[in-house]
């Protein structure tokens, strides 16, 4: 894999001959344009002229069996890689080209065809990057376990707009089932003359069947961001995502996937029957599941391949790095951030405290 100078990236990123460009110039003074989260327009760096964007409309669903083949390449982008951590990116603003939004370091390197699909559609960014930071301040302090010295200091860091990929799927599920739940009850005898409560588990069979619909279930699709995180900063209104354009991309960056379909598919089918399985359960009355056995049979099965808007950001603390996600059309926001050791040693004693108490008034009553 050759280096790439800046030079040579910022030749590439501003040239002519990058992705759509035409539709990255200002109609009144030809200069460069970005994607205004705020109006929903591009907007021109050098007039601060704000112009529309053409709609092709809303994404639609595909049918499953063309993501399970062979994916053809797509070759109008290009994909640039962090030598640190890996990530890999669709680059196409300056100053996302300079540093990893995901490690921070500055190792990025040109790497080779973008393979794969082409998004379906984009959930644009609605949360502009001061607002993000604001968010992200906010949330800090508001971490009752931090460190009082860090919530002083907190300042976020390195945040940048991340179009993430996610598969999202629909189907119909058709679902017979059969089991075996057990319901406790409790007896009392009396041995040595005090009295012993003794629990017991009455068993009970179970069968039956049970249809649930899937509507836009998100699948994260690369491994820079982790599915506990997506799942953390959701909803994204993937089912009126406008379809993909370049011009929604100019001013951030767009990772790409490096899961296949068919893994994407596997994961959610997993994802689905824990979801089956908990509305079967629900139905009954229960304290013990012995075993249930479940069989889906998966109706209608659509998908869509869609860049959801993510703002990835970091704290330093101490010399450690305390990344944080920010919903781009909604604010939600989730991470880590450091934790007192003091603060947690005093609740744990509080705690405490309060089990000995009650233990203490029992046996005086």
């Known amino acids: ?11 590439k990123l501003y040239s002519d001959d990058k992705i759509g460009t035409t ?24 007039c601060d002229s704000f112009f529309e964007i053409s709609q092709d409309g809303t994404v ?15 070759s109008d982008a290009e994909v640039y890689q962090c030598k640190s951590c890996g990530a890999k990116e669709i680059l196409d603003n300056q100053e996302v080209a300079m540093t990893c939004p995901f ?15 082409k998004p379906h559609g984009v959930v644009t960014f609605r949360v502009d990057k001061e607002k993000a930071s604001t968010i992200a ?45 057990g319901k406790n009850y409790t007896t009392t005898t009396i041995i040595n003359g005090r009295p012993v409560t003794t629990v017991h588990t009455r068993y009970f069979d179970v069968s039956g069947r049970q249809e649930i ?11 820079n961001i982790s599915l506990d995180n997506i799942r953390a900063i959701e909803p994204f209104k993937t089912n009126d995502a406008p379809k993909y354009k370049t011009d929604y991309l100019r001013g951030y960056s767009a990772s790409t996937y490096n899961k296949s379909g068919a893994q994407c598919w596997d994961e ?49 603390y101490r010399n450690k790095l305390y990344n944080f996600y920010i ?29 000995a108490g009650i233990a203490i008034l029992s046996f005086l009553t």
């Open 137 to 181: 301040l906010n949330w800090a302090k508001r971490k009752f376990y931090a460190p009082r010295d860090f919530k002083k200091s907190a300042t976020p860091e390195n945040i940048h707009g991340v179009y993430n990929p996610v598969f999202t799927f629909d189907a119909d599920t058709d679902n017979t089932y059969s089991g075996r739940l």
């Open 103 to 117: 490690c921070g370091t500055s190792n990025i390197v040109k790497t080779e065809e973008l393979p794969g699909l």
């Open 60 to 74: 639609t669903e595909n049918e499953l069996s063309e993501l399970l083949k062979d994916a053809t390449v797509w």
């Open 327 to 355: 919903n781009g059309e909604s604010g939600r926001i989730t991470g880590k951030t450091p934790v007192s050791a003091w603060k947690v040693f005093f609740t744990v004693l509080f705690c405490i405290a309060i089990v």
């Open 213 to 223: 619909k899937f509507d836009d279930f998100i699948v994260q699709a690369s491994s």
């Open 268 to 316: 959610c089918k997993d994802l689905m029957a824990k979801r089956i399985e908990q509305k079967i359960l629900s139905k009954y009355d229960y304290d013990v599941k012995s075993y249930l056995n479940v069989k889906t049979a998966y109706l209608k099965q659509k998908y869509k391949y869609i860049l959801v808007p993510v703002y990835v950001g970091h704290y330093t």
């Open 23 to 46: 539709t990255y110039k200002c109609p009144n003074c030809g200069g460069e344009a970005e994607f205004d989260a705020k109006t929903q327009k591009m907007h021109c760096l050098y």
């Open 1 to 11: 894999m050759s280096e790439t100078t800046q030079d040579e990236l910022n030749e």
